[in-house]
């Protein structure tokens, strides 16, 4: 066998990738990477995380309404930007402890447990708006001892041009968010 001569010093430099050329390739992708991360606007990361809240606050009412036996429900008054826990008739909880305490078969742990609930909005939803709230008609959702809801509606969210809905289903008692 013939040997192949060796190659000449100038072919062999120039074979592979120079560490500038990977840096170049890294910094590319770092910045095509940065773009995609940031999908969403800050509106609509607000309206979605008031959503959530919104949605969380109703699966824990629908929950206690099951656990403690009691139908209880939540306020959600767009005027003022707020909501609150409430008996079965609409009644706030905050400031009537007394008619909550009186509710016939309700343990006192379970009077405690109710009055711990604070609703995401108890103060205000800021920086995001409730829109509108229709749930069957009126502002209050009332959940069942079996954790049905009493109608079926929704809250609608808005934070600059973003906007969602927060679902509660009669039939099911799911609660689902949505775009309007």
């Known amino acids: 066998m013939v040997a192949e001569p060796p190659l000449p010093p100038h072919h062999a430099a120039t074979a592979g990738f120079t560490l500038i050329d990977l840096m170049m390739v890294v910094v590319i992708l770092g910045i095509v990477t940065a773009a995609a991360v940031q999908v969403g606007s800050t509106d609509e990361l607000r309206a979605d995380a008031t959503a959530r809240a919104i949605a969380a606050d109703l699966h824990e009412v629908q929950t206690l309404?099951?656990?403690?036996?009691?139908?209880?429900?939540?306020?959600?008054?767009?005027?003022?930007?707020?909501?609150?826990?409430?008996?079965?008739?609409?009644?706030?909880?905050?400031?009537?402890?007394?008619?909550l305490r009186a509710k016939v078969g309700l343990g006192a742990d379970?009077?405690?447990?109710?009055?711990?609930?604070?609703?995401?909005?108890?103060?205000?939803?800021?920086?995001?708006?409730?829109?509108?709230?229709?749930?069957?008609?009126?502002?209050?959702?009332?959940?069942?001892?079996?954790?049905?809801?009493?109608?079926?509606?929704?809250?609608?969210?808005?934070?600059?041009?973003?906007?969602?809905?927060?679902?509660?289903?009669?039939?099911?008692?799911?609660?689902?968010?949505?775009?309007?």
């Open 65 to 99: 309404a099951i656990e403690t036996r009691l139908p209880l429900g939540i306020l959600y008054d767009a005027g003022r930007n707020l909501s609150a826990l409430t008996l079965e008739n609409g009644t706030v909880v905050r400031g009537n402890e007394t008619a």
């Open 110 to 180: 379970d009077a405690e447990r109710i009055l711990a609930v604070r609703t995401s909005g108890s103060n205000t939803f800021a920086p995001c708006n409730l829109t509108d709230v229709d749930f069957g008609g009126g502002d209050v959702i009332v959940f069942e001892i079996d954790g049905s809801p009493r109608s079926d509606g929704y809250v609608e969210v808005a934070a600059g041009n973003a906007r969602l809905r927060v679902r509660v289903q009669t039939t099911t008692g799911r609660i689902t968010i949505t775009a309007p």
